[in-house]
T-cell receptor
Framework: SQQGEEDPQALSIQEGENATMNCSYK?????LQWYRQNSGRGLVHLIL?????REKHSGRLRVTLDTSKKSSSLLITASRAADTASYFC????????????????FGQGTILTVHP | ETGVTQTPRHLVMGMTNKKSLKCEQH?????MYWYKQSAKKPLELMFV???????ENNSVPSRFSPECPNSSHLFLHLHTLQPEDSALYLC??????????????FGSGTQLSVL
């Protein structure tokens, strides 16, 4: 089973509303990253949050991390039509001994549609 | 632009063809990656190169053959592909080879269709 799973699979909102996407993972991590992908394009890095951090902000983006629940959320405030994209979380998993596997594992993503 | 350029953007090939995908990064990064993105599946890591040396081969079939002549260029040679290999192939780079604390910079991808 995959390491990161986003929820919901699809989200449709109106411009100006907030959008919240969640990511759950199964093993301990060193960090968690969020990426955005516009249709048919490459992924663009948004935010990296380390396992000892609980919250990070970047412009209209707010990411939280709860390692006890093995989950993260991405909040986009005051959404715009240009925010329409797929959003992925990616985790750097580590084994029981704390050693990283040294590679990012991506979830299937949340498709966000923001209507003008 | 992310600083990572992939060509071609679209490719249609028959199962007996040989073709190559090209990736070039202008960021001075040391690590480069090939990912496969299929519909309704998570991004799959295929290969990782660090300072031109392959550090990861994620059980990829031999019909996919990577080549990294220097830290700025990465190729994926395709030979005798199957229709299920149709996907978006993404190249990425990062400063260091372990993306633990690194962010990845992706190219726009090559949309491959195998007929």
């Amino acid at each position: 089973s995959q390491q990161g799973e986003e929820d919901p699979q699809a989200l449709s909102i109106q411009e100006g509303e907030n959008a919240t996407m969640n990511c759950s993972y199964k093993t301990s991590i060193n960090n968690l990253q969020w990426y955005r992908q516009n249709s048919g394009r490459g992924l663009v890095h948004l935010i990296l949050i380390r396992s000892n951090e609980r919250e990070k902000h970047s412009g209209r983006l707010r990411v939280t991390l709860d390692t006890s629940k093995k989950s993260s959320s991405l909040l986009i405030t005051a959404s715009r039509a240009a925010d329409t994209a797929s959003y992925f979380c990616a985790t750097d998993a580590r084994n029981a001994g704390g050693t990283s596997y040294g590679k990012l594992t991506f979830g299937q993503g949340t498709i966000l549609t923001v209507h003008p | 632009e992310t600083g990572v350029t992939q060509t071609p953007r679209h490719l249609v090939m028959g199962m007996t063809n040989k073709k190559s995908l090209k990736c070039e990064q202008h960021l001075g990064h040391n690590a480069m990656y090939w990912y496969k993105q299929s519909a309704k599946k998570p991004l799959e890591l295929m290969f990782v190169y660090n300072f031109k040396e392959q550090t990861e081969n994620n059980s990829v079939p031999s019909r996919f053959s990577p080549e990294c002549p220097n830290s700025s260029h990465l190729f994926l040679h395709l030979h005798t592909l199957q229709p299920e290999d149709s996907a978006l192939y993404l190249c990425a780079s990062s400063q260091g080879w372990t993306p633990i604390n690194e962010k990845l910079f992706f190219g726009s991808g090559t949309q491959l269709s195998v007929l």
